[in-house]
């Protein structure tokens, strides 16, 4: 029988939801809320073709969830609010509790909350989304995806920080990685559309204000960038990515900065909004290089090799390359960016067919290339509305 599953991402000022019928993976709605908190609230939706939008003041999540359900029973896709069977929920860091999806319960939001020291921009708005659709929707399954989850498959040589042992042991300080939902469902469309021979070696890259680039060998994650946080790995839109560790001390002595300064400073004025001194928007930095602002050109190269030498490193850990993806907003829709990255990859046989790239074609390599390029876009919340009817039971 038929299901109704919302799939939920909660950021800080923004609620994106898709509502599907399941299991036949229909999608009925899908919208956003905006700028939660602040006066120019706005509900923008789709039901089919026809496109709505509603401005409203949303002060909080528990608002904004509630015309969320109004729009969902007033548009007729549900009758009521007990026509939704369940509700999925991203969440960014599962630490070692969690290496599959769980349903909610009073330990599960505990450790979501305990965990908000290492996901500090992500896991508390879940955590709001999670408690508020409790109070909505109180006969709905909720159900959690963790972008950890799809990396737990990591070989400790890969995951565990050289560190003291007992660090590890005792305290589970590890590369967890990110994005998993993302990474998890680009990998199984590429297969689709090369072939799992075809496919075998493969590095996704999820490119947007955050950033992660995954090594997959035979569908499963065995390296990824994001790390202990999701502050590691490539440059973001303002995330620091790797630096020197020793530059966190040294910026708390000289400047006389609290953690807590440092850690609002790596995460949220750094990346290429720090070094354009423009904006976290690749677009605008992008634009702003063209128009010969050089901090911008420097910011936009400093991003494309941070890709470019994680992809090298992974294409020695996959032992070659058959597959490389790009997804999300900058990967799906940044031709240059593609372009850039792919330029020094010509010793693996890469080859781009420009017009292809240019209009964010399914495939961008040219016929003779020896690694499949592909740009597919990501969608997390068919991964998250999958993870419901299994874990939930609702098959």
Avoid: W
Wanted: proline residues 3%; hydrophobic residues 35%.
């Amino acid at each position: 029988m038929s299901k109704k599953i919302l799939a939920i991402n909660s950021g800080s000022s923004s609620i994106k939801f898709k509502l599907y019928l399941m299991p036949e993976e229909k999608l009925l709605v899908s919208g956003s809320a905006e700028d939660i908190g602040g006066r120019n609230g706005e509900i923008k939706y789709s039901v089919g073709d026809v496109k709505e939008s509603r401005k409203l003041v949303l002060k909080d999540h528990d608002e904004a969830i509630s015309h969320i359900i109004d729009i969902l029973t007033t548009s007729g896709v549900i009758k009521d609010q007990n026509d939704i069977a369940g509700v999925g929920h991203r969440i960014s860091h599962g630490g070692s509790y969690y290496t599959q999806s769980v349903e909610v319960d009073e330990d599960v939001k505990d450790k979501i909350d305990k965990l908000k020291i290492l996901s500090p921009l992500h896991n508390p708005n879940g955590l709001a989304g999670i408690e508020a659709f409790e109070k909505f929707l109180p006969n709905a399954k909720e159900v959690v995806t963790f972008d950890t989850s799809f990396h737990s498959t990591i070989p400790e040589k890969a995951s565990v920080y050289a560190l003291p042992y007992e660090y590890y042991r005792d305290y589970k300080i590890k590369r967890y990685g990110f994005h998993g939902p993302s990474h998890q469902y680009v990998s199984q469309k590429a297969r689709e559309v090369f072939g799992k021979e075809h496919s075998r070696r493969m590095i996704t890259c999820h490119l947007g204000n955050g950033c992660s680039i995954t090594a997959i060998k035979d569908g499963k994650s065995i390296n990824t960038s994001m790390g202990f946080t999701p502050l590691a790995g490539t440059m973001m839109g303002t995330r620091t990515g790797d630096i020197d560790p020793e530059i966190v001390p040294f910026l708390e002595e000289k400047f006389n900065l609290s953690s807590d300064e440092v850690r609002q400073l790596m995460n949220k004025k750094s990346g290429l909004a720090g070094i354009s001194g423009i904006s976290n928007d690749e677009r605008e930095v992008e634009q702003a290089a063209r128009e010969g602002n050089e901090r911008a050109k420097l910011a936009l190269d400093i991003f494309v090799h941070s890709i470019q030498q994680f992809i090298g490193a992974y294409t020695t850990d996959l032992e070659g390359l058959d597959t490389l993806v790009f997804t999300a907003g900058i990967g799906e829709h940044a031709a240059l960016v593609r372009k850039e990255v792919c330029s020094a990859f010509g010793y693996l046989g890469v080859k781009i067919d420009d017009e292809k790239n240019n209009h964010n074609e399914l495939v961008i390599s040219t016929p003779d290339s020896k690694v499949n390029v592909a740009v597919i876009p990501t969608n997390e919340e068919i991964i998250i509305a999958r993870d419901v009817m299994r874990v939930a039971k609702l098959n």
